[in-house]
């Protein structure tokens, strides 16, 4: 089986900072693309940042802010958050295009989450 596991939620003040990891493991053929998604109560999963053959893209409301990052030989993706706002509070959720070692295609994979809470 293959696995994504988060680390590096908690608790910040607005304009702190927060590294997020997501480390892939387990029989892994190759790792197409890795990304981290994050949703706020009662909103939908959005896209933050996605890392894709060395080609990053991050959401407008993160830019400038936030950094996606890859350790190929760690099979590793981190967010570097800056800047932090309250806006940003959600639960952070590591994603990976992921094609295991038997098998023929790639599928998506989801971590269990990281909780972001941005406050005072």
């Known amino acids: 089986q293959v696995q994504l596991v988060e680390s590096g939620g908690g608790l910040v003040q607005p304009g702190g900072s927060l590294r997020l990891s997501c480390a892939a493991s387990g029989s892994i053929f190759s790792i197409n693309a890795m990304g981290w998604y994050r949703q706020a109560p009662g909103k939908q999963r959005e896209l933050v940042a996605i890392?894709?053959?060395?080609?990053?893209n991050c959401a407008d409301s993160v830019k400038g802010r936030f950094t996606i990052s890859r350790d190929n030989a760690k099979n590793t993706v981190y967010l570097q958050m800056n800047s932090l706002k309250p806006e940003d509070t959600a639960v952070y959720y590591c994603?990976?295009?992921?094609?295991?070692?038997?098998?023929?295609?790639?599928?998506?994979?989801w971590g269990q989450g990281t909780q972001v809470t941005v406050s005072s």
């Open positions: 994603n990976a295009d992921m094609r295991p070692t038997k098998s023929l295609g790639s599928y998506n994979y």
């Open positions: 890392i894709r053959g060395g080609i990053t």
